[in-house]
Each structure stands twice: as C-alpha cells, then as structure tokens.
C-alpha cells in the first residue's frame, strides 16, 4: 500500500546527549510513523517498527530516506554511532538536500568525538535551509564548547537565540559561559 506523503519535523532536546536532533515522518504508513514516533521520544532506543518499515517492498523512496533518518535517530540515542551513520548515509544517498540527514549525522560524528565531521554536517544542515536552524546552531556551540573554544561558542548559541528567542537550552548554555 503507497501512502500519501506529508512530512512533519519534531525537535527533540535530549537530556542525555545534550544535542538536538531531528526526527522525520510520513503519514499514512503505519509502521514509518510508528518509526517516527519512537525517534521522537527521548526514552525510545527501539528499532524494531524502523526495521519492520524499511523491509517493505512497497515503501516510497521519499518514506524511506525519512526512516533511515528516524532510525539514525534512535541508533545514536541508543550509542550505536556507527550504525546510524550508516542510515544517515543512506539517506542522504537518496536525498543530499535532507538536511535533517546532516544534522543527525552530525550528532553521530559529535557523540563520537569527531568534532570535525560533526561541525562540517552542522554547517551543511544550516547551508540546505533546515526547518529549526536553532538546532544546528546549539550543535555548533557544543562542538566549539567541546573543542575549548568559548567565543565561537557564545556565538553560536547567540545565532540559535536569534533565530528561536524562546530556546532556553541556547540561553543556559551562554549563562554558564559568561
């Protein structure tokens, strides 16, 4: 059974990895949105609906990119960096304009120390235009606060607060800063 395609994106801070992430859904497949339900909740770290959506043979291109995002979602919720970015890849892969897929992956590369990679998915997420750019800048500023470099930190986190006055998790982190 083909579905419809509307794509709805959910932000998601979570507590645990301090980076902000986004998941991606479609509506109408029952297992994708079951998928893009448990990428939404911060406490999920199951795959099992993700798996059970991507082995159908019926699945749209356009359903499928979105899962792999959901499922790179929950991997590196789950600390399996490496897999996730295996989905991210695949991702991107059918679509290099996602930039939800750059700026999960970039949460890949940044839950496993590879601040570079991380910084550079970050940019391309702001570069395609994505929906919260507050979030690819809060990652920014974690990859400079990670990397001991408090100005280009404060900064980025100001640029998140400029595009999202309300993010207080942007705020708290330029309060401990200054």
């Known amino acids: ?18 980076s902000a992430q986004m998941s991606v859904t479609t509506v109408g497949a029952t297992e994708a949105m079951a998928c893009y339900q448990d990428a939404s909740n911060q406490f999920s770290s199951d795959t099992a609906n993700c798996d059970a959506a991507l082995e159908r043979r ?22 399996q960096y490496q897999r996730a970015r295996l989905d991210l890849d695949a991702a991107i892969a059918l679509d290099e304009t996602l930039a939800e ?12 120390l590879d601040y570079d990679n991380a910084l550079s998915d970050y940019e391309r997420a702001l570069a395609l235009s994505i929906n919260k750019p507050w979030a690819a800048w809060y990652n920014i500023g974690l990859v400079y606060e990670a990397t001991k ?10 640029n998140a ?17 200054r």
């Open 1 to 18: 059974m083909r579905s419809t395609l509307v794509s709805i994106l959910s932000f998601t801070v979570f507590i645990q990895t301090a």
């Open 149 to 158: 470099k408090p100005a280009k930190a404060i900064e980025a986190y100001q």
């Open 161 to 177: 607060l400029d595009v999202n006055p309300n993010f207080t998790q942007a705020q708290k982190k330029l309060e401990k800063l």
């Open 101 to 112: 897929a750059f700026l999960n992956r970039g949460n890949s590369y940044y839950l496993g």
């Open 58 to 79: 019926d699945m749209t291109r356009a359903d499928r990119k979105k899962t792999l995002v959901n499922r790179g979602v929950i991997l590196n919720r789950a600390g």
